[in-house]
């Protein structure tokens, strides 16, 4: 096998105990790549329709990248899938860290469980053996202290992925760590692992990952390098907000080259972002119904990026990453280090709660980290919940007397804690806030923000529709590492994909509002090439340095010998969806339902800050992208024809 895969997977029926291998034949890897592709063309078949998400029925899987381990850059993304229990539907999540190649080092491009073990137990590969262990001294530990016992016990070179107590007590807005915290946090798959009762996968293996042509991706990966490693200097971190205050007066948009985004990303990390999304319009405030003007730059400069670097002690690479987003920082207080703060969790946490003491934001990511709770839909739920305390919904005696006012920093540690031990009213909000306000009532469903139950990431459509659309049209909602006005920018897929849209280098602002065929074919194209890279283990901030830059589609071909077109890969990614569409009508959903709440789509407008008036046509943009894969446009399903046509 000399094509980047490894042709086999490991299915585990936890409550039987058995573990077999399956292969898996080549035509499969090309139609659907491995990773998600690969999953969804097992999960489809294989998770019956009225499977509880929470029950025996449901599998659970741990995938690897067609590119992970073979010499291509960025590559060491995996990804866990299974039935949603937030949603309902196909549920996924991505995580970076030194997991992914631990899959395929123990011979297997994806690990499944199905069933459900009768006491906790985890799985243990080495040297080629899986065997289930008990898991009973680590269950109820965080996920930090529990890898570390694991890595003592196994005194190897192991790599774990692990669920915390969040998990374990069936929060469905939990998710699986590894690497000390870092999560795979979306659709509420740690949930679907503690009902399993399987606390951590431990791996240890030395397969070797045999490839087509492997001095052709070295060639590939040095010339990708040097893009990477072209870095100017840069601003200083409290100028950051004045750059966003800059775009969001413009009456033009400069179309953004991606390489500025890898210089931001490369000196600060995400938390570049953290004040210029707020005064550009980007990062959504006061549970969505702020704006910057409420969040300014007084409040705002306490998350300055500098605040984040200056403690950074170390810089984090994912596997194979030059690049390195990450960072390991010192922290006072209940913990001495944490990875640093995502912008997702600063602005989560900070902005949407008003919160601006920064020393609560390090403790909280280090706190959700350690509980394996997704920081998004904890700091959104959060933000919900303050609402209703402020519209007399929740009362000081619901909240065993925590103050819940905006910005109370103390008040949000207490309430994240309740919810992580589901304890009084952190047992009504640890399932997020769709279900929250369903068991609140009192009309407190008009403050959730969320698309199909999942709340909404820290990109506001009133300022990128693209984000509106690709919130309501994932198969996994809520999403924002799926697509934008501002992602096709910086994919530059037209230098690449024959027939795309080239974006100018200025356009005026007004027209990112318009709503058309071209931003149909934009948004169906920014879909179908993100599951081209997770079934090929990219990291999309990589992806972000534009297609001639980053050589996604030749490496591909060079691991595998296929020799693929870009289009021919497109087809691939826009088999995937309609697969991941299709699971989702299978298990009964109503794609029309995955819209997002009116309040995010500017309905009613926003009074005043950098949306103001601003409203989405959300329905028309979600037919024009159905409309571009085929799928009714009225209902979202993927006919027999489509189904057909791309031979699924
Ligand atoms: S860019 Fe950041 S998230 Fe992506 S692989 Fe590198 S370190 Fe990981």
């Given at each position: 096998?000399?094509?980047?895969?490894?042709?086999?997977?490991?299915?585990?029926?936890?409550?039987?105990?058995?573990?077999?291998?399956?292969?898996?034949?080549?035509?499969?890897?090309?139609?659907?790549?491995?990773?998600?592709?690969?999953?969804?063309?097992?999960?489809?078949?294989?998770?019956?329709?009225?499977?509880?998400?929470?029950?025996?029925?449901?599998?659970?899987?741990?995938?690897?990248?067609?590119?992970?381990?073979?010499?291509?850059?960025?590559?060491?993304?995996?990804?866990?899938?299974?039935?949603?229990?937030?949603?309902?539907?196909?549920?996924?999540?991505?995580?970076?860290?030194?997991?992914?190649?631990?899959?395929?080092?123990?011979?297997?491009?994806?690990?499944?469980?199905?069933?459900?073990?009768?006491?906790?137990?985890?799985?243990?590969?080495?040297?080629?053996?899986?065997?289930?262990?008990?898991?009973?001294?680590?269950?109820?530990?965080?996920?930090?202290?529990?890898?570390?016992?694991?890595?003592?016990?196994?005194?190897?070179?192991?790599?774990?992925?692990?669920?915390?107590?969040?998990?374990?007590?069936?929060?469905?807005?939990?998710?699986?760590?590894?690497?000390?915290?870092?999560?795979?946090?979306?659709?509420?798959?740690?949930?679907?692992?503690?009902?399993?009762?399987?606390?951590?996968?431990?791996?240890?293996?030395?397969?070797?990952?045999?490839?087509?042509?492997?001095?052709?991706?070295?060639?590939?990966?040095?010339?990708?390098?040097?893009?990477?490693?072209?870095?100017?200097?840069?601003?200083?971190?409290?100028?950051?907000?004045?750059?966003?205050?800059?775009?969001?007066?413009?009456?033009?948009?400069?179309?953004?080259?991606?390489?500025?985004?890898?210089?931001?990303?490369?000196?600060?990390?995400?938390?570049?972002?953290?004040?210029?999304?707020?005064?550009?319009?980007?990062?959504?405030?006061?549970?969505?119904?702020?704006?910057?003007?409420?969040?300014?730059r007084k409040k705002s400069i306490s998350t300055n990026p500098g605040v984040f670097t200056d403690c950074e002690m170390i810089k984090y690479h994912c596997y194979s990453c030059p690049l390195g987003c990450g960072g390991i920082c010192s922290m006072t207080g209940k913990y001495n280090e944490t990875h640093k703060p995502e912008y997702e969790t600063v602005l989560a946490l900070g902005g949407l709660c008003m919160n601006e003491d920064v020393d609560s934001l390090?403790?909280?990511?280090?706190?959700?980290?350690?509980?394996?709770?997704?920081?998004?839909?904890?700091?959104?739920?959060?933000?919900f919940a303050i609402e209703c305390y402020e519209e007399g919904i929740l009362t000081k005696e619901d909240t065993d007397g925590i103050e819940l006012t905006w910005g109370n920093s103390s008040a949000i540690i207490a309430l994240i804690d309740k919810m992580i031990n589901r304890e009084g009213i952190g047992d009504i909000l640890a399932d997020g806030s769709k279900i929250a306000a369903?068991?609140?009532?009192?009309?407190?469903?008009?403050?959730?923000?969320?698309?199909?139950?999942?709340?909404?990431?820290?990109?506001?459509?009133?300022?990128?529709?693209?984000?509106?659309?690709?919130?309501?049209?994932?198969?996994?909602?809520?999403?924002?590492?799926?697509?934008?006005?501002?992602?096709?920018?910086?994919?530059?897929?037209?230098?690449?994909?024959?027939?795309?849209?080239?974006?100018?280098?200025?356009?005026?602002?007004?027209?990112?509002?318009?709503?058309?065929?071209?931003?149909?074919?934009?948004?169906?194209?920014?879909?179908?090439?993100?599951?081209?890279?997770?079934?090929?283990?990219?990291?999309?901030?990589?992806?972000?340095?534009?297609?001639?830059?980053?050589?996604?589609?030749?490496?591909?071909?060079?691991?595998?010998?296929?020799?693929?077109?870009?289009?021919?890969?497109?087809?691939?990614?826009?088999?995937?969806?309609?697969?991941?569409?299709?699971?989702?009508?299978?298990?009964?959903?109503?794609?029309?339902?995955?819209?997002?709440?009116?309040?995010?789509?500017?309905?009613?407008?926003?009074?005043?800050?950098?949306?103001?008036?601003?409203?989405?046509?959300?329905?028309?943009?979600?037919?024009?992208?159905?409309?571009?894969?085929?799928?009714?446009?009225?209902?979202?399903?993927?006919?027999?024809?489509?189904?057909?046509?791309?031979?699924?």
């Open positions: 096998m000399d094509k980047g895969y490894m042709g086999k997977i490991l299915m585990v029926d936890l409550t039987a105990g058995d573990i077999k291998e399956e292969i898996v034949p080549d035509d499969v890897y090309e139609k659907y790549l491995s990773g998600m592709g690969l999953a969804a063309s097992l999960l489809y078949n294989r998770i019956p329709a009225d499977a509880d998400p929470l029950g025996p029925d449901n599998i659970l899987g741990f995938v690897s990248g067609l590119l992970t381990g073979t010499g291509s850059l960025f590559a060491g993304r995996w990804m866990v899938v299974g039935k949603s229990p937030l949603t309902g539907g196909w549920g996924d999540a991505n995580c970076g860290g030194n997991f992914s190649p631990a899959i395929k080092r123990c011979g297997y491009d994806g690990i499944f469980f199905r069933g459900i073990s009768d006491k906790p137990v985890y799985l243990h590969i080495k040297n080629g053996k899986a065997r289930l262990r008990d898991a009973s001294h680590i269950w109820g530990m965080d996920t930090v202290e529990a890898e570390r016992m694991l890595l003592e016990e196994t005194a190897g070179n192991a790599r774990v992925a692990l669920i915390g107590p969040s998990g374990e007590k069936i929060s469905l807005i939990s998710g699986i760590s590894n690497d000390r915290g870092r999560m795979a946090a979306r659709s509420g798959l740690g949930a679907v692992m503690g009902s399993k009762m399987l606390k951590a996968l431990v791996l240890e293996g030395a397969k070797r990952i045999s490839v087509h042509n492997r001095e052709e991706i070295k060639k590939l990966s040095r010339k990708c390098n040097k893009w990477v490693q072209f870095q100017p200097p840069f601003i200083p971190g409290s100028m950051t907000s004045y750059v966003g205050a800059l775009m969001r007066v413009m009456p033009t948009v400069l179309a953004q080259d991606g390489m500025l985004y890898k210089i931001l990303l490369r000196k600060w990390g995400t938390v570049s972002m953290n004040q210029m999304s707020v005064e550009m319009g980007d990062a959504p405030i006061k549970n969505w119904k702020g704006n910057n003007t409420d969040f300014g390090f403790e909280l990511n280090e706190t959700l980290n350690r509980a394996g709770m997704d920081t998004i839909s904890a700091g959104a739920t959060a933000a369903r068991k609140l009532g009192k009309g407190s469903e008009r403050f959730t923000v969320h698309a199909g139950g999942q709340e909404l990431a820290m990109h506001d459509g009133r300022n990128d529709p693209g984000f509106a659309l690709h919130y309501s049209v994932e198969p996994a909602p809520g999403r924002h590492t799926i697509g934008s006005g501002l992602y096709y920018e910086m994919f530059q897929l037209w230098k690449k994909v024959k027939g795309l849209p080239k974006v100018g280098p200025l356009y005026f602002k007004g027209t990112k509002y318009v709503v058309n065929e071209e931003k149909a074919v934009i948004g169906a194209a920014c879909s179908k090439f993100i599951n081209v890279l997770n079934g090929a283990g990219l990291c999309l901030f990589g992806s972000f340095l534009g297609s001639k830059r980053i050589p996604t589609f030749d490496w591909l071909n060079a691991a595998t010998g296929w020799n693929k077109t870009p289009e021919e890969y497109m087809e691939i990614g826009e088999r995937v969806q309609t697969l991941r569409q299709a699971f989702n009508i299978k298990h009964g959903i109503e794609p029309k339902d995955f819209k997002i709440s009116d309040r995010a789509a500017g309905r009613p407008p926003l009074s005043g800050g950098a949306n103001k008036g601003r409203a989405v046509d959300v329905d028309t943009m979600i037919e024009g992208y159905w409309g571009q894969f085929g799928w009714d446009i009225r209902t979202g399903k993927p006919g027999a024809e489509c189904m057909e046509r791309l031979g699924i």
